[in-house]
Nanobody, 121 residues
Framework: QVQLVESGGGLVQPGGSLRLSCAAS????????MGWSRQAPGKQRELVAT???????HYPDSVKGRFTISRDNAKNTVYLQMNDLKPEDTAVYYC???????????????WGQGTQVTVSS
Protein backbone atom coordinates (compact mmCIF):
# COMPACT_ATOMS: atom_id res chain seq x y z
CA GLN A 1 0.00 0.00 0.00
CA VAL A 2 1.29 3.43 -0.97
CA GLN A 3 0.10 6.69 0.53
CA LEU A 4 0.73 10.30 -0.40
CA VAL A 5 -0.03 12.85 2.29
CA GLU A 6 -0.05 16.59 1.59
CA SER A 7 0.39 19.35 4.15
CA GLY A 8 0.96 23.09 4.25
CA GLY A 9 -2.25 24.48 2.80
CA GLY A 10 -4.16 27.32 4.36
CA LEU A 11 -5.38 30.89 4.03
CA VAL A 12 -2.98 33.53 2.73
CA GLN A 13 -3.34 37.11 1.56
CA PRO A 14 -2.69 38.07 -2.07
CA GLY A 15 1.04 38.46 -2.64
CA GLY A 16 1.84 36.02 0.13
CA SER A 17 3.61 32.67 0.06
CA LEU A 18 2.92 29.09 1.06
CA ARG A 19 4.96 25.92 0.92
CA LEU A 20 3.20 22.62 0.33
CA SER A 21 4.74 19.27 1.19
CA CYS A 22 3.79 15.78 0.10
CA ALA A 23 5.33 12.68 1.63
CA ALA A 24 5.04 9.26 0.03
CA SER A 25 5.10 6.20 2.27
CA UNK A 26 4.43 2.49 2.14
CA UNK A 27 5.75 -0.28 -0.07
CA UNK A 28 7.82 1.91 -2.38
CA UNK A 29 10.52 0.52 -4.66
CA UNK A 30 11.13 3.57 -6.84
CA UNK A 31 9.56 6.98 -7.39
CA UNK A 32 9.74 8.48 -10.85
CA UNK A 33 8.04 11.75 -11.79
CA MET A 34 6.22 13.71 -9.10
CA GLY A 35 3.86 16.60 -9.51
CA TRP A 36 1.29 19.00 -8.19
CA SER A 37 -2.14 19.70 -9.64
CA ARG A 38 -4.99 21.89 -8.49
CA GLN A 39 -8.73 22.03 -8.88
CA ALA A 40 -10.85 25.07 -8.26
CA PRO A 41 -14.63 24.81 -7.77
CA GLY A 42 -16.37 24.30 -11.09
CA LYS A 43 -13.09 23.91 -12.99
CA GLN A 44 -11.10 21.01 -14.35
CA ARG A 45 -8.03 19.77 -12.55
CA GLU A 46 -4.93 21.64 -13.77
CA LEU A 47 -1.33 20.45 -13.63
CA VAL A 48 0.83 23.18 -12.07
CA ALA A 49 4.26 21.61 -11.68
CA THR A 50 6.15 18.42 -12.42
CA UNK A 51 9.61 17.18 -11.53
CA UNK A 52 11.40 14.12 -12.85
CA UNK A 53 13.56 11.77 -10.81
CA UNK A 54 16.62 13.66 -12.07
CA UNK A 55 15.23 17.07 -11.16
CA UNK A 56 13.93 18.43 -14.45
CA UNK A 57 10.93 20.67 -13.88
CA HIS A 58 8.02 21.96 -15.91
CA TYR A 59 5.41 24.62 -15.21
CA PRO A 60 2.48 26.07 -17.15
CA ASP A 61 2.60 29.77 -17.94
CA SER A 62 -0.02 30.49 -15.26
CA VAL A 63 2.45 29.77 -12.44
CA LYS A 64 5.87 30.04 -14.10
CA GLY A 65 8.15 32.34 -12.14
CA ARG A 66 5.95 32.15 -9.02
CA PHE A 67 5.86 28.43 -8.17
CA THR A 68 8.87 26.19 -7.61
CA ILE A 69 8.71 22.41 -7.31
CA SER A 70 11.48 20.45 -5.61
CA ARG A 71 11.96 16.99 -4.16
CA ASP A 72 13.96 15.21 -1.51
CA ASN A 73 14.49 11.68 -2.78
CA ALA A 74 15.88 10.49 0.56
CA LYS A 75 12.59 11.48 2.21
CA ASN A 76 10.28 10.51 -0.68
CA THR A 77 8.91 14.03 -0.45
CA VAL A 78 7.96 16.65 -3.01
CA TYR A 79 7.49 20.34 -2.25
CA LEU A 80 5.73 23.24 -3.91
CA GLN A 81 6.90 26.72 -3.00
CA MET A 82 4.25 29.22 -4.03
CA ASN A 83 5.10 32.93 -4.07
CA ASP A 84 3.17 36.03 -5.10
CA LEU A 85 -0.09 34.16 -4.67
CA LYS A 86 -3.18 35.48 -6.41
CA PRO A 87 -6.88 34.90 -5.69
CA GLU A 88 -7.06 32.79 -8.85
CA ASP A 89 -4.60 30.35 -7.23
CA THR A 90 -7.33 29.35 -4.79
CA ALA A 91 -7.96 25.63 -5.20
CA VAL A 92 -7.48 22.21 -3.69
CA TYR A 93 -3.91 21.17 -4.42
CA TYR A 94 -3.08 17.52 -5.04
CA CYS A 95 0.29 15.83 -5.28
CA UNK A 96 0.92 12.83 -7.46
CA UNK A 97 3.75 10.41 -8.06
CA UNK A 98 4.61 7.57 -10.43
CA UNK A 99 5.69 4.75 -8.15
CA UNK A 100 6.75 1.15 -8.50
CA UNK A 101 6.35 -1.25 -5.60
CA UNK A 102 8.72 -3.89 -6.94
CA UNK A 103 11.52 -4.32 -9.45
CA UNK A 104 10.67 -4.69 -13.15
CA UNK A 105 7.09 -3.46 -12.73
CA UNK A 106 5.23 -0.64 -14.44
CA UNK A 107 4.94 2.59 -12.41
CA UNK A 108 1.44 3.38 -11.18
CA UNK A 109 0.07 6.87 -10.63
CA UNK A 110 -0.73 7.65 -6.99
CA TRP A 111 -2.52 10.73 -5.66
CA GLY A 112 -2.80 12.46 -2.32
CA GLN A 113 -6.07 13.52 -0.72
CA GLY A 114 -5.57 17.20 -1.41
CA THR A 115 -4.96 20.31 0.64
CA GLN A 116 -6.93 23.55 0.41
CA VAL A 117 -5.18 26.77 -0.54
CA THR A 118 -7.22 29.95 -0.24
CA VAL A 119 -5.86 33.30 -1.36
CA SER A 120 -8.00 36.12 -0.05
CA SER A 121 -7.75 39.44 1.74
Amino acid sequence: QVQLVESGGGLVQPGGSLRLSCAASGSIFSIYAMGWSRQAPGKQRELVATITSTGSTHYPDSVKGRFTISRDNAKNTVYLQMNDLKPEDTAVYYCSADITIAARTVPLDYWGQGTQVTVSS
